[in-house]
């Protein structure tokens, strides 16, 4: 049974940090890109991070970038998403998402139940 399990949500300051985790299981979780994603109230949800398998490579979306580090631990099974200089705007549910690739084409998707950040002002 596949499980993206996400934790480390909460309120916090602006200005402060947080560091989510992502639990996997069920899956060959080092063969499998790692994605941070967030959705804000009556906003489409967006790609915060990604990192590759081997955790070689990885890329921010510009409204994170400098503050944010995506991560991975493969003999853990776990990611985790750095985030520091914690602003108002960065409150939404954050998802975490497991992806395998085959050339162009997305072979399987996984995604976790979401954790709430909620940054104050």
């Known amino acids: 049974q596949v499980q993206l399990v996400e934790s480390g949500g909460g309120l916090v300051q602006a200005g402060g940090s947080l560091r989510l985790s992502c639990a996997a299981s069920?899956?060959?979780?080092?063969?499998?890109?790692m994605s941070w994603y967030r959705q804000a109230p009556g906003k489409e949800r967006e790609l915060v991070a990604p990192?590759?398998?081997?955790?070689?490579?990885?890329n921010y979306a510009a409204s994170v970038k400098g503050r944010f580090t995506i991560s991975r631990d493969n003999a853990k099974n776990m990611a985790y998403l750095q985030m520091n200089s914690l602003k108002p705007e960065d409150t939404a549910v954050y998802y975490c998402?497991?992806?395998?690739?085959?050339?162009?084409?997305?072979?399987?998707?996984?995604w976790g139940q979401g954790t709430q950040v909620t940054v104050s002002s």
């Open positions: 998402n497991a992806r395998s690739v085959v050339g162009s084409q997305i072979r399987e998707e996984y």
């Open positions: 069920g899956f060959t979780f080092s063969s499998y890109a």
């Open positions: 990192i590759t398998s081997a955790g070689g490579s990885t």
